[in-house]
C-alpha cells in the first residue's frame, strides 16, 4: 500500500469519492463518509486497520478477501458502495447533523434511482442521524425506500472496539442470508 505524508492525507480532505454502484445491485453498502487515507486513494474503506473487506469476506459476500483497490469487482458480484456523507474528512465526528441529514435525503434519492434489493449502512449513529431514527438498533429497519430493503450494520473501524471482526461477519452474514432470499426485482 502507498505510504501518505501527513500533508498528502490533510491535501485529500474534503475530496469526493466516486461510487461503486449500478443499477439493481443486490446489497448497496453505505459508509458514514470517506475518510482521509480513502480520499488520497480513490478506493472505499482504504485505511489499514479498517475491517470493511475482511468482513465482507468473512461472512460469505466475497469469494475470496478484496484489497480496497480491487473494489471494481463488487457490482459483478451485485455489491456496490456509497456513503451518506460525500466528503472526506479525518473523523466521522467532523460532520454536523445537518451534513447527515442532507446526505440522507441524497441517498434516498440515489437508492430510488439505483434500486438496490438492499441498502446497508453501516454505522448505527450515521443511520440514526441521517434518518431521524433515533431508536433504531443494528439489523433490519422497519423503513425502506420504494422497494428497497434498510438493514444497519455495525460500523467496520478499527476504533469500533465494541465489535469484533467475528461479530460483525456474523452480523454481515445475517444480511447475506436476507439478501440472497429477497428475489431480484423485475422492471
Given at each position: 500500500?502507498t505510504?501518505?505524508?501527513?500533508?498528502e492525507?490533510?491535501?485529500?480532505?474534503d475530496r469526493?469519492?466516486?461510487?461503486?454502484?449500478?443499477?439493481?445491485?443486490?446489497?448497496?453498502f453505505?459508509g458514514?463518509?470517506?475518510g482521509?487515507?480513502?480520499?488520497?486513494t480513490?478506493?472505499?474503506?482504504?485505511?489499514?486497520?479498517?475491517?470493511?473487506?475482511p468482513?465482507l469476506?468473512?461472512?460469505g459476500?466475497?469469494?475470496e478477501?478484496?484489497?480496497?483497490?480491487?473494489?471494481d469487482?463488487?457490482?459483478?458480484?451485485?455489491l456496490?458502495?456509497?456513503?451518506v456523507?460525500?466528503r472526506?474528512?479525518?473523523?466521522?465526528?467532523?460532520?454536523?447533523?445537518?451534513?447527515?441529514?442532507?446526505?440522507?435525503?441524497?441517498l434516498?434519492a440515489?437508492?430510488?434511482?439505483?434500486?438496490?434489493?438492499?441498502?446497508?449502512?453501516v454505522g448505527?449513529t450515521a443511520?440514526?442521524?441521517a434518518?431521524q431514527?433515533?431508536?433504531?438498533?443494528?439489523?433490519p429497519q422497519?423503513?425502506?425506500?420504494g422497494?428497497?430493503?434498510?438493514?444497519?450494520?455495525?460500523?467496520?473501524?478499527g476504533l469500533?472496539?465494541?465489535w469484533?471482526?467475528?461479530?460483525?461477519?456474523?452480523?454481515?452474514?445475517?444480511?447475506?442470508?436476507a439478501?440472497?432470499r429477497?428475489?431480484?426485482?423485475?422492471a
Amino acid at each position: 500500500m502507498t505510504r501518505f505524508t501527513a500533508a498528502e492525507l490533510e491535501a485529500a480532505r474534503d475530496r469526493l469519492v466516486p461510487d461503486v454502484v449500478a443499477d439493481g445491485l443486490r446489497v448497496l453498502f453505505c459508509g458514514i463518509n470517506p475518510g482521509l487515507m480513502t480520499a488520497a486513494t480513490g478506493h472505499h474503506f482504504a485505511r489499514p486497520g479498517n475491517r470493511f473487506w475482511p468482513v465482507l469476506h468473512r461472512s460469505g459476500f466475497t469469494p475470496e478477501l478484496l484489497k480496497p483497490s480491487e473494489q471494481d469487482r463488487l457490482p459483478g458480484l451485485g455489491l456496490g458502495i456509497t456513503n451518506v456523507v460525500a466528503r472526506a474528512t479525518a473523523r466521522a465526528d467532523e460532520l454536523s447533523a445537518a451534513e447527515y441529514r442532507e446526505g440522507g435525503r441524497l441517498l434516498v434519492a440515489k437508492v430510488e434511482r439505483l434500486r438496490p434489493r438492499w441498502l446497508a449502512v453501516v454505522g448505527i449513529t450515521a443511520y440514526r442521524t441521517a434518518f431521524q431514527e433515533r431508536t433504531a438498533a443494528v439489523g433490519p429497519q422497519e423503513r425502506s425506500i420504494g422497494g428497497t430493503r434498510i438493514w444497519v450494520l455495525p460500523n467496520p473501524s478499527g476504533l469500533n472496539a465494541h465489535w469484533t471482526v467475528e461479530t460483525m461477519a456474523e452480523a454481515f452474514a445475517e444480511l447475506r442470508t436476507a439478501a440472497s432470499r429477497t428475489p431480484d426485482r423485475t422492471a
